[in-house]
């Protein structure tokens, strides 16, 4: 598997987490010490634009839709 397939398959098990509740109940419950609390789990969305026309790319392109530019991630 690829860096990027690894990447993918990261942010799913992530957001599959974030969803279940029993996951949640055990992350307030490590956090708080009390069952039932809801902590507040941020993730950063990281937006990628082409350098060349300035078109929104997905985080695992490597080259532009639009223009055909190389994608570089800083």
């Not at 419950?29 to 902590?39: E, I, M, R, T």
């Amino acid at each position: 598997m690829d860096a990027n397939g690894i990447q993918k398959r990261m942010t799913e098990i992530q957001n599959n987490a974030m969803n279940d509740p029993s996951f949640q109940d055990a992350l307030g419950k490590l956090f708080s010490g009390k069952s039932g609390y809801k902590p507040v789990i941020e993730t950063k969305q990281v937006i990628i634009k082409c350098k060349n026309c300035g078109k929104i790319v997905e985080d695992a392109q490597k080259f532009c839709d639009e223009c055909g530019t190389k994608i570089i991630r800083e």
